[in-house]
């Protein structure tokens, strides 16, 4: 079955600070792996995705995140954190871009001055 | 494009009523998924529809909820009698076959029953 971890519920990080959030997953076949931000009140807006092709990927508001197979892994990273970025983020994976994602719980980003 | 449209975007409603909630997705969109988001439980997919068709209804808690899609451009999911622990909020999101693009969410309807 499709499972995604997040083993991180808060982090604080300092503006300016580097920002990496971990996601792991399992999955039975080359996944399909998405970051979504979603602001408070606001619905989960697409970060970036992977699906074939280079293991780094970037995306939108400067964000990046590194596919590594060997370590179920696709974690999000970015080099300096605005007080902007405060905000959860998920990491999902599925079969397809388009049919049934499963989530993780979210990390919840604290970005102190 | 409007993107995926939900209404409405707060609702507060007495235990034992129903309660309705809709989705407009992206035209051209064949995917449509109802997602529930709590505090406790995450992100849960609830349903989901391919070409206005029900895929997937494993999600949806109990015979109370209930969802339709009667055509491309709309969906509802209707819960009859709500109760205090339905209190979440739902979301919609579509998605394009053949587009790996992931979802485009809507801004969620936030529900309270007291």
């Known amino acids: 079955a499709q499972s995604v971890t997040q083993p991180d519920i808060h982090i604080t990080v300092s503006e300016g600070a580097s920002l990496e959030l971990r996601c792991n997953y399992s999955?039975?076949?080359?996944?399909?792996l998405f970051w979504y931000v979603q602001s408070p009140g606001q619905g989960l807006q697409l970060l970036l995705k992977?699906?074939?092709?280079?293991?780094l990927v970037q995306g939108i508001k400067g964000f990046e995140a590194e596919f590594k197979r060997s370590q179920s892994s696709f974690n999000l990273r970015k080099p300096s954190v605005h007080w902007s970025d405060a905000a959860e983020y998920f990491c999902a994976v599925g079969p397809t871009g388009f049919q049934k994602l499963v989530f993780g719980t979210g990390t919840r980003l604290l970005v102190s001055p | 494009d409007a993107g995926v449209i939900q209404s409405p975007r707060h609702e507060v409603t007495e235990m034992g009523q129903e309660v309705t909630l809709r989705c407009k997705p992206i035209s051209g969109h064949d995917y449509l998924f109802w997602y529930r988001q709590t505090m406790m439980r995450g992100l849960e997919l609830l349903i989901y529809?391919?070409?206005?068709?029900?895929?997937?209804d494993s999600g949806m808690p109990e015979d109370r909820f209930s969802a339709k899609m009667p055509n491309a451009s709309f969906s509802t999911l209707k819960i009859q009698p709500s109760e205090p622990r339905d209190s979440a909020v739902y979301f919609c999101?579509?998605?394009?076959?053949?587009?790996?693009?992931?979802?485009?969410f809507g801004s969620g309807t936030r529900l309270t029953v007291v």
């Open positions: 529809f391919n070409n206005n068709v029900p895929i997937d």
């Open positions: 992977y699906f074939s092709g280079d293991t």
């Open positions: 999101a579509s998605s394009h076959r053949g587009h790996h693009y992931g979802y485009t």
């Open positions: 999955y039975g076949a080359t996944p399909y």
